[in-house]
C-alpha cells in the first residue's frame, strides 16, 4: 500500500471515529454516563440493555463510585475491557472497601464491540479475590460469574 493510499484509509478511520462520537455525544446521559472512555461507555450501554426490565438508571455523575443503579436499589460498578487492549489492564477497580456498590459487571467485548463474556460478581465475592483500587483485568476467575448474554 503507497503512502497516499494509507493516508486515505485513515482520514476514513478518523471520519468513521468521529461519526461514532456524534452517536456518543447523542446518547450521552441516557445510555452511559459518557466521557472520553467510550470502551466504558459501550459497557455501560450493554449493562443498561442486559439490565432493561430492572429499570436501571445512570449514576449522577461520571464521578459517581457507582456506575448504574437498578429500580430496586442494587448499583453497578461496570468494568470493561475490548480486544483492542493490549495491556490487559484497565482502570482500577475502587470502592471495594467502602461498599460503594453491590455487584461488578465485568464485560469482554469482541472486535466490533459486541459482548463476548458477560460477568455478575456480587461485591463479598470480588472483596476476597482482589484488593481496592487494583486495576481491573480480565482475572480466570471471572468465568465462575459468567452469565448467558444476548444483545435483546
Known amino acids: 500500500m503507497n503512502m497516499n493510499a494509507e493516508h486515505e484509509e485513515i482520514r476514513q478511520g478518523f471520519k468513521h471515529f468521529a461519526e461514532a462520537r456524534k452517536v456518543f455525544s447523542k446518547y450521552k446521559g441516557k445510555w452511559f454516563i459518557g466521557n472520553d472512555n467510550h470502551v466504558g461507555d ?26 448504574i443503579v437498578l429500580g430496586d436499589g442494587q448499583k453497578l460498578s461496570v468494568k470493561t475491557m475490548s480486544r483492542w487492549n493490549e495491556s490487559g489492564r484497565g482502570s482500577p477497580v475502587k ?13 469482554k467485548l469482541d472486535e466490533q464491540f459486541e459482548v463476548d463474556q458477560f460477568c455478575l460478581v456480587p461485591l ?19 468465568d465462575e460469574f459468567r452469565k448467558d448474554f444476548n444483545s435483546r
Request: charged letters at 25%; aromatic letters at 18%.
Open 124 to 142: 463479598d465475592k470480588i472483596s476476597k479475590r482482589i484488593k481496592d483500587g487494583s486495576p481491573f483485568m480480565w482475572w480466570g476467575w471471572l
Open 95 to 107: 470502592g471495594i472497601i467502602n461498599k460503594d456498590w453491590d455487584c461488578l459487571v465485568a464485560i
Open 42 to 67: 459501550i459497557g455501560e450501554y450493554w449493562t443498561m440493555r442486559y439490565f432493561l426490565s430492572a429499570k436501571p438508571e445512570l449514576a449522577p455523575s461520571r464521578v459517581s463510585p457507582y456506575d
